[in-house]
């Protein structure tokens, strides 16, 4: 099992940013990914970014110059880095741990809401 306890989100005036974070526990051995996803109302749960346990990184095309995404392996935490955050990236910003060849072994986060408006 992998824990993941997300934290970090709020309400923020478009322009402004945020950092979210992802602290991960429990039992995460290689090749894996991590990921932060976001669901806005009525839609399903987008990837925004992602790095893999060799540090490759993946950003979906909106948010690219953005947003950047980090790890810490001393502490095992997951970041995300948002900056000049527009409206339509509000929604809720789940982390996600996948292995890379074993589908079924995913565990997720329990999501922390990010609202961007004036």
């Known amino acids: 099992q992998v824990q993941l306890v997300e934290s970090g989100g709020g309400l923020v005036q478009p322009g402004g940013s945020l950092r979210l974070s992802c602290a991960a526990s429990g039992s995460m051995f290689s090749p894996y990914v991590m990921g932060w996803f976001r669901q806005a109302p009525g839609n399903q749960r987008d990837l925004v970014a992602s790095?893999?346990?060799?540090?490759?990184?993946n950003y979906a095309d909106s948010v690219k110059g953005r947003v950047t995404i980090s790890r810490d392996n001393a502490d095992n935490t997951l970041y995300l880095q948002m900056n000049n955050l527009k409206p339509e990236d509000t929604g809720v910003y789940y982390c996600?741990?996948?292995?890379?060849?074993?589908?079924?072994?995913?565990?997720w986060g329990q999501g922390t809401q990010v609202t961007v408006s004036p």
């Open positions: 790095i893999t346990d060799g540090g490759t990184k």
């Open positions: 996600r741990w996948w292995h890379s060849t074993i589908m079924q072994y995913q565990f």
